[in-house]
């Protein structure tokens, strides 16, 4: 049982260390002009060099978008002058998953708005301890966001994490929520994700939907042979991990057969969708994330060492 533990925390960390160093590549790579999708190949193949997988696709969310926005395969959009940039980074070694993400910012006026979420991230980080309130890490978040004059994105929230699994069950919430009763326990990994925006303070579903993860795996009757080919790859290269159409070219090559086979895979119950978030009035949005694993000696920063040795 302890050799199982030593091997979990060291496969936390060697995914950790590998999104650290994706962080510094996106940070190089990202400038306006830059095509959405060519970011997306270019971080997700770096990532596989590395000997990881993607954890999910890479997210890239301009100015009032704030989450699940990675590029289709045709995909037009570049990074536009004056904007906001959060990209998500998922990498996993072995199913044990570095979730973290950073704000890249290519106009001077939302600099402040930047800084409000990755300020709130290390302080809610350095108020982590075994047995500690998850909401109270998220009052912290939200009273130093609301310094800077902002607010919290409220129905986003930092999660556990287990094998495979990004969303594990708890919920560490961005603000002091009433409701929220859980803690932090030895043994297991979380991320702590503070969303800041000049907007309202929350976040809607567009129509958009670019990442899916597969929702039940047992195949039944009524699948085409196109639909029943996609779903088995689906389930040996993702299991229930989130991933795009991006990742299923070689499966199907025309564009427009495979969008198909996805949506009726949906409307089968096979897949669930993640919708594009857009901030509700359209406001700025930044957002910074790390993950953390519990150790019985004390808190890990897997995905940035600089920030463990804070603690
Ligand atoms: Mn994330
Ligand atoms: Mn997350």
Known sequence: MCRTSEEEIKNYIKAGEISYRVKDYV????????????????????????NAQPAFPLNISVNEIAAHRTPLIDDGEVIPEDSIVKVDIGVHVNGYIAD???????????????????????????????????????AVIESTIRKYGFKVIKNLSGHSLDRYNIHAGDIIP????????????????YAIEPFATDGKGAVTELRQVQIYALKKTKLGFGLTDDERKVLEVISE???TLPFCERWLRDVIEDVASLRNVMRSLVRKGYLRQYPVLVEIRAGAVSQFEETIYISKEGVIVTSNPELSGGR
């Not at 800084?115 to 998220?138: H, N, Q, T, Y």
């Open 27 to 50: 940070e190089k790579l990202v400038k306006p002009g830059i095509k959405l999708v060519e970011v997306a190949e270019k971080v997700e193949s770096y990532i596989r060099e590395l």
């Open 100 to 138: 973290t993400a950073i704000t890249l910012v290519f106009n001077d006026k939302l600099g402040k708005l930047a800084e409000a979420a990755s300020d709130a991230l290390e302080k809610a980080i350095l108020a982590v301890s075994p047995g500690v309130r998850f909401s109270d890490v998220g």
């Open 174 to 189: 961005n603000f002091k929520d009433p409701i929220s009763h859980g803690k932090f326990r030895v043994g297991r990994a």
């Open 237 to 239: 290269r993702f299991k």
